[in-house]
């Protein structure tokens, strides 16, 4: 996952929403949303090279977990574990997600560079092993977090934070699920692919041009681009909507799937 904002107890009947963009080499082998093989209460997509995950909910337990890289110029250690491990862990995990954090630290530097996110439904903890090791539980409120730290005013992070902050008000009153099709502006945030101007651009060591090509919300690219799109929306009542749209090459979109599950 590269590209996440979410809100969090901002609504008196719907405690987590979630909008994010998976970004990744097209070749990668991925299986897309669908309820894991050998725990089929756990729902999201798998990295077939690592086993691991990068947005997944279990329903059973109500735990999320997603996760995004940090953008680095230096070439990544090869011997560093995989970031997908640390969501696959947290969803099968028994300890909340404040616990699940603190005995994180203690391995957090032998993986790759990662942002984390832990909803265990009484908190929603944020993680990370750069620029240093760390960890917090997060206030209410609407949030942005990218290959940078949780917060960095990156443009395409406050895009996607205005536009969930604008469709908010369409959530019903209740904890009723919304249609599937009365997500499509969310989805349509997602898909957004224009580049920030050169003035807003982030400097995280890999140069301008690469800057200004990972720069939209949504990247198209040939070998490395946006594969997955997801909108996530968990009520009070246990009520879930789980969205995913794949893409391959240049932005080509590959399937679709919507799982509701009314609580």
């Not at 995950?53 to 279990?58: D, I, K, R, S, Y």
């Not at 690219?221 to 997955?228: N, Q, V």
Request: aromatic fraction near 8%; proline fraction near 8%; hydrophobic fraction near 45%.
């Amino acid at each position: 996952m590269c590209l996440i904002a979410f809100a969090w107890n901002v609504h008196p009947h719907w405690p987590l929403m979630l909008v994010a963009n998976r970004d990744e080499y097209h070749a990668r082998p991925t299986a897309g949303l669908a309820p894991w093989t050998a725990a089929p209460q756990i729902i999201g997509g798998r990295d077939l090279r690592a086993g691991g995950g990068w947005l997944a909910l279990n329903r059973a337990q109500g735990r999320l977990a997603a996760v995004t890289n940090v953008r680095e110029p230096a070439a990544p250690h090869a011997d560093l574990r995989s970031r997908g491990a640390l969501v696959g862990g947290f969803v099968q995990a028994g300890e909340c997600a404040a616990s699940f954090a603190e005995h994180l630290m203690a391995d957090a530097p032998s993986y790759g560079p990662f942002n984390l996110l832990l909803w265990d439904k009484s908190e929603l903890i944020y993680a990370s092993n750069r620029p240093s090791l760390r960890w917090e539980s997060l206030t209410a409120g609407v949030h942005g977090l990218s290959n940078g730290a949780l917060e960095s005013h990156w443009p395409k992070t406050q895009r996607l934070i205005d536009a969930l902050n604008g469709w908010l008000p369409q959530l019903p009153s209740t904890g009723k699920l919304p249609s599937a099709e009365s997500i499509e502006p969310l989805l349509q945030a997602l898909a957004d692919d224009r580049a920030a101007s050169d003035a807003e651009l982030p400097d995280t060591g890999v140069g301008r041009e690469t800057e200004r090509r990972l720069s939209p919300p949504f990247i198209r690219g040939a070998a490395y681009g946006t594969r997955a799109s997801s909108v996530v929306l968990i009520a009070r009542s246990a009520a879930v909507l789980f969205v995913e749209r794949r893409f391959g090459p240049n932005g080509i979109e590959l399937g679709f799937d919507a799982l509701e599950f009314p609580g």
